[in-house]
């Protein structure tokens, strides 16, 4: 097994806080920036697994920055620089509790919900007569509320959002024409690549100046689902299940072995090898999504190379 880092515990200059979520641990540096450091915990149905995947947390953070300065002519971001394979630097933020999900295609937990039955999603009506990964006539947005560690995330409809004060409507109107502008952005990044973007969650926040700005994650395999454009009509015509790169193939792999996060259920057990296979899919999911070979980062000493490239960015 490859070292993988699971946990942080560094103390950099200026450091005020920290803020641990499923994936990235977050370090408030003079309440002036912070330093994103994107873990190799692997968290599915809102469970965070027991082991890490090698190079996770770099293949992430690498596509997070690639695609954020892919669309900083669109929408502004919290990015200012990455130090290190597995760390982003930015503006701090203030951030929104909301998380703008749109989907192009029925699929995932659309398609679950709309197998029992439903028609309604977040306040949003979807076509009668639709078949899993079918394409909707318009990207969709369904919004969701942001958990805290260890909690699920909630559908929640933009009637709900205004009504309970998560976002005001002026805020949130800026958040819906962001959304879109980035989908169509990723769209058309992810078509001059072969792929389809299925759908999507993009994440905000506000700068201590009140500038509304993209942060966290973007077009990563944890944050959106793609398919292979080749094929896919074909696929769809005979209602084959679609060639995809997402995580959704770890969801499937749990609810095959009888995990979906639901109370009383255990993660099952996950070999070396199968760790190994998780790890291979997502250095296959960097280079398709961005187009570039996967340069792998040095495993010697994780924690003690990024503390070093913090530090040395932080003392300029």
Known sequence: ???????????????????????????????????????????????????????????????????????????PNWLIASPDPNVAVGHLCEPFKVEMVIRGYMSGHAAREYKTGKRLLCGVPMPEGMQENDKFPEPIITPATKAEKGDHDEDISREDILKRGIVSEEDYDVLEDYTRKLFERGTEIAAERGLILVDTKYEFGKTKDGKIVLIDEIHTPDSSRYFYAEGYEERQEKGEPQKQLSKEFVRQWLIAN??????????????????????????????????????????????NRIASNVNSYLKG
Not at 38 to 45: K, N, Q, V
Not at 46 to 67: C, E, S, W
Not at 279 to 288: A, F, G, V
Not at 297 to 302: P, R, T
């Open 1 to 75: 097994m490859s070292k993988t880092i699971i946990d942080t515990n560094f103390n950099f200059p200026g450091q005020k806080g920290v803020y641990k979520g499923k994936v990235r641990e977050v370090y408030n540096i003079d309440d002036e920036l912070l330093v994103m450091i994107a873990t190799d915990r692997l968290s599915a149905f809102d469970v965070v697994m027991p082991k890490g995947i090698p190079f996770k947390g770099q293949i992430l953070n690498q596509i997070a920055t690639k695609m954020m300065k892919e669309t900083e002519d669109l929408v």
């Open 258 to 303: 009888g995990f979906q996060g639901l109370e009383g259920q255990s993660v099952p057990f996950m070999s070396d090898a199968y760790i190994e296979s998780v790890s291979e899919r997502y250095i296959e999911l960097y280079e398709n999504i961005t187009g570039d070979t996967f340069v792998k980062g040095d495993l010697s000493n994780i924690e």
